[in-house]
Structures are given as structure tokens and as C-alpha cells.
């Protein structure tokens, strides 16, 4: 290559060149011992005696104009990579002072819905300890100590008689003692049962329902449960009884909607079965009236118990009950409205 072409190669090289690492190869090439230039020097020796100092001089000047070329260039690479990096790697301490929306959590907008349409039908809203007698939460409940219907319920207890509430039945008598019939009211909040798994959480979220008055039947009870499952699940939803037991109710039943993924023709939600379990129910039992001063010859009433985390799962389509405890924005946030 001769000391023109050498030159224009450079500085081509030169423009292109993008990084100081880069610039730093470039160097090597041109200037260094086995470079370019080194070579076309060491080549001065082939050349006619006379032609040796003005070759030799052609070639200097030009390792003089590469090495400045190459200090402008360094200068102006480091230049723009300190802004690139300044750029990229800035913290944005202001990010987490945006006033970011909120979103309400799946389980509280279930939890409103169904208030909503209680007090429409003229439910008062109450709401009770979570940290409860052993008396409220059980033996007002017909349920005596040693009684095999607490096994049912996994009990997180505090001291002998004080536990944590494993069903907002508790508030039943709290409510019936202290007010006379008729009663008309649910009471939403958090229950606790030592339990863990993809449809149980240690701490879950129930509606308690109750009516008592004069001449109360199932009837009533169907008619309400219908009406609050065609709302939150769609108006062609049906609602069936199957015979139950529990302690506080008789008759007691368990309470299915048609499932609102399928419409009752089967699917994996519903296990095939085209129903869905969604509570427990029943006529309040003449021995809880009477624990809590009623005179169950006159009054009787009816008592529901909703799993509002269920009813949130099924709504949305959520399939592990865990999530709605993780606190997760990336899960919270898609229940934005
Ligand atoms: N408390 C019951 C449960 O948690 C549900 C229920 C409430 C049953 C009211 C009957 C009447 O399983």
C-alpha cells in the first residue's frame, strides 16, 4: 500500500470507528509494531538512497497527523459514552413519588357486589371481632366443646376460650343478642381456618347472612340466594339445595349455582358436573334463637354463609386462592376498572 491509500483507509476507518475500544484496535493496526505504517516504514529500505529521507519524512508526517487524529477521536469517543452512560444509567428518583392509580383488590369489589344487592333486598351491613370467644364462634352455635363439627374447622386458638374466627357465623348471636327481631343483616369479613393449599388460605373472606322474623321459610332463603347468584353470575344462573348438616341450622343445606363457565353443561371448573359449590345455609336452629333470649316459638329465621374468595375465583376465573394474599401489582392491577 503506498502512504495515500494508507491515509485514506485511516480515515475512513477513523469515521467509522465507534468506541474507545474500538479506536483502541485502530491504533494497533496503523501505528502499531506489526502495523501498517510500521511496515511501509521498515519497506523505506527497497528504496533508491536518495528517496529515503523525504519517504522517511512523508511517513512521519503522517504517524504525526494518525496520532493526533487518534487523541481528537479518543476525546470525542469518551466524550459521547459518558453521555450515553449518563443517559442510560440514569435513576430517576422520581419515579415512585407518581401518583400511581389503585386498584381494588377482587376479593372487596365480590365483597361490595354483594353488599350492594343485600342492601338492596333491606340487609343492614355489620361487621364483627376477628379475634373472637370461643362461646360466639362455637358454643352459642350449638357446637359444645368435643363437639366433632369442630373438626370441620381447623381452629387457630389464642387461649382456651379465646380463638381466632373460623366462620362470620360468630356474628350470629352477637347480632341476636343484642337486638330483637326482625333482623336483617349480613356481615362480611375475614375468618381464619390452619389450613393451606390452592382453594384453602389461612385467613379467607365470608358473608354472613341472617334474617329472623316471623313465618321465615326455605322458600325465603331460595328466593334471596337466587336472586344474589342470577346477579353475580348471570340471570340464566339456577341455584339448587342438597341436604347438609351443620350444628347451627336445621335443616341445613349446601348450596349450588349452575356453573357460569359452561352454563351447567360440564367443564373443568365445575368438575363435569355443570354445578358449582358455593355455601352453606340452612333455617337457624331453634337452639340458637334460644341461646340468644328468642322465643323460638314465635320467630324462626334463616342463616348463609358465602366463601367470598370462592365467589371471586370463579367471577374471574382465578384458579389458586394464594394470589389474592401475594400482594402482587402485576395480579391486582388487572382488576382496575
Ligand atoms: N359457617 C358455615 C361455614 O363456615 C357456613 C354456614 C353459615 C352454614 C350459615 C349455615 C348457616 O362452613
Redesign the pocket.
Known sequence: MTIAEIKTEFYNAITNCKTVSELQDLKVKYLGKTGELTAVLKSIKDLPAEERPSFGAKVNELRKEMESCFGQRAELLKSEEMQRRLREEKVDISLTSYPRRGALHPVTLVEREICDLMIAMGFEVLSGPEIETDYYNFQALNIPEDHPARD??DTFYVTDSILLR????AM?ARLMERKNPPLKVVCPGK?YRSDSDASHSPVFH?I???VVDKNITLCDLKGTLEYLASHLFGANTKVRFRP?F?P??EP?VEVDVTCSNCGGKGCSLCKGTGWIEL????M?NPVVLENCGIDSTKYNG????I?MDRVAMIKYGIPDIRLFFENDQRFLKQFSK
Request: no cysteine; proline share 0%; hydrophobic share 35%.
Open positions: 370441620m374447622q373460623t366462620q362470620t357465623s350470629q375468618v365470608q354472613e347472612g341472617l347438609s351443620f347451627f341450622t341445613s355455601l352453606g345455609a340452612g337457624v334463616y342463616a348463609f354463609g366463601g
